[in-house]
């Protein structure tokens, strides 16, 4: 069994979190799986990277889209540091 990394995200906006982006150059972005509720204001959830990604560098550009289909501007983040991410 492969190690599974992990990162939580906090939504602390007023709208939910539908779509969460990360990228490792800010030009190829993947999205990470959500549900259907996404991510609702004041909740936490807990990510988990794809296994591909273990090898990749620890600074991710991230960003999100709201339920409004407004996005966040991306932002780079050291998973390796710290792994929990707030929007706010």
Partial sequence: MSDQFTFTVTN????????????VDDEDWK?????????????TITIAWAEYTNES???WYIC???E????????VFNFCEEPALVFS
Avoid at 12 to 23: F, G, R, V, Y
């Fill in 12 to 23: 602390e906006t007023d709208l939910a979190i539908t779509e969460l982006w990360a990228s």
């Fill in 31 to 43: 999205e990470f799986t959500l549900g259907d509720e996404g991510i609702p204001p004041g909740e």
């Fill in 57 to 59: 560098p620890c600074e």
């Fill in 64 to 66: 999100c889209t709201y």
């Fill in 68 to 75: 409004d289909e407004t996005e966040s501007d991306s932002a």
